[in-house]
């Protein structure tokens, strides 16, 4: 029994006493945010709204929040981001989970990792990805982020319809996404993005189109954590993903106020974000 504790226990301490470093020197940061409409990819995230005009016109408040917990130098980190959202049936917030690894490749910051978007009240939406980015940054241009994601889950976003049966995938739907951001004023940022979602076949045959969408605008920092953003998002393709947004009233003689819309109609978004 001596000899086995005196052969297992550097085998049980040693990679303790090496984490220890690390775990000294993690660092856990958070934000919370007030938006007047959460787009993910160019597209609304509450379109199921009743007898709701404003969901027509673009004013979808959601709030939002997450951590981020870096483990020291390594690269290594984890977190979760979380909104409400509205546009799954049963479901009101989407929780993000990801992990990765951040270093340096030349002139190059790179990261590495894997994200999986769940919606506790219907899990049919839930979709994973692997991603990785690189990015190039010039104190007289600004900076340039290239990143991919690649959908590994069977359904994305539940386009496909895979929990309910329809036998269809949205595996290998991919999305490339280049970024710009530059300081242009004391204390204001200029922010602008294009990206473009490559669906899988299973949903293009569904009549869903790959598409491209856009993000322009500017923050300003007020300083202690407090920043206020201004953009304008959206995307194109936008009757391949028409919504109906308010059902209207049925008085026996038709649809009455029925609003039909776009989830990828452009919309002027304000965010108000507080890093903890």
């Given at each position: 029994m001596?000899?086995?504790?005196?052969?297992?226990?550097?085998?049980?301490?040693?990679?303790?006493?090496?984490?220890?470093?690390?775990?000294?020197?993690?660092?856990?940061t958070?934000?919370?945010?007030?938006?007047?409409?959460?787009?993910f990819?160019?597209q609304?995230?509450d379109?199921?709204?009743k007898?709701?005009?404003?969901?027509?016109?673009?004013?979808?408040?959601?709030?939002?929040g997450?951590f981020d917990?870096a483990?020291?130098?390594?690269?290594?980190?984890?977190?979760n981001?979380?909104?409400?959202v509205?546009?799954?049936?049963?479901?009101?917030?989407?929780s993000?989970?990801?992990?990765?690894?951040?270093?340096k490749?030349?002139?190059l910051d790179m990261d590495?990792?894997a994200l999986?978007?769940l919606?506790p009240?219907?899990?049919?939406?839930?979709?994973t990805?692997?991603y990785g980015s690189?990015c190039?940054?010039d104190?007289?241009?600004?900076?340039f982020?290239?990143?991919?994601?690649?959908t590994?889950?069977?359904?994305?976003?539940?386009?496909?319809g895979?929990?309910?049966?329809?036998g269809?995938k949205?595996?290998n739907?991919?999305?490339?996404?280049?970024a710009?951001?530059?300081e242009?004023?004391?204390?204001?940022?200029?922010?602008?993005?294009?990206?473009?979602t490559n669906m899988?076949s299973?949903?293009?045959?569904l009549?869903y189109k790959?598409y491209?969408?856009?993000?322009?605008?500017?923050?300003?920092d007020?300083?202690?954590?407090?920043?206020?953003a201004?953009?304008?998002q959206?995307?194109?393709k936008q009757?391949?993903?028409?919504?109906?947004?308010n059902?209207?009233y049925?008085?026996?003689?038709?649809?009455?106020?029925k609003?039909?819309?776009s989830?990828?109609?452009a919309?002027?978004?304000?965010t108000?974000?507080?890093?903890?």
């Amino acid at each position: 029994m001596k000899h086995l504790l005196r052969t297992a226990l550097p085998v049980l301490v040693l990679p303790t006493l090496a984490a220890l470093p690390m775990l000294a020197n993690a660092q856990l940061t958070g934000n919370v945010a007030l938006t007047t409409d959460y787009k993910f990819r160019g597209q609304d995230q509450d379109m199921l709204g009743k007898n709701d005009y404003a969901k027509t016109r673009g004013f979808k408040p959601a709030i939002q929040g997450g951590f981020d917990y870096a483990f020291g130098e390594s690269g290594f980190y984890v977190g979760n981001w979380n909104s409400s959202v509205n546009w799954l049936k049963g479901n009101s917030l989407e929780s993000d989970i990801y992990g990765g690894y951040k270093f340096k490749a030349g002139p190059l910051d790179m990261d590495v990792g894997a994200l999986t978007y769940l919606y506790p009240g219907n899990s049919a939406g839930n979709t994973t990805e692997l991603y990785g980015s690189a990015c190039y940054t010039d104190e007289t241009i600004g900076s340039f982020t290239l990143k991919y994601s690649h959908t590994v889950s069977k359904d994305y976003f539940n386009l496909a319809g895979n929990k309910g049966g329809s036998g269809l995938k949205g595996t290998n739907t991919g999305y490339l996404n280049l970024a710009y951001s530059k300081e242009i004023f004391p204390k204001v940022m200029l922010k602008a993005a294009v990206g473009y979602t490559n669906m899988s076949s299973d949903i293009r045959r569904l009549g869903y189109k790959s598409y491209v969408d856009y993000n322009i605008g500017a923050s300003y920092d007020f300083g202690n954590g407090l920043s206020l953003a201004g953009s304008v998002q959206g995307a194109n393709k936008q009757n391949a993903y028409a919504a109906v947004s308010n059902p209207g009233y049925d008085l026996g003689f038709g649809t009455f106020g029925k609003q039909t819309y776009s989830p990828n109609k452009a919309r002027f978004i304000l965010t108000l974000t507080k890093a903890l």
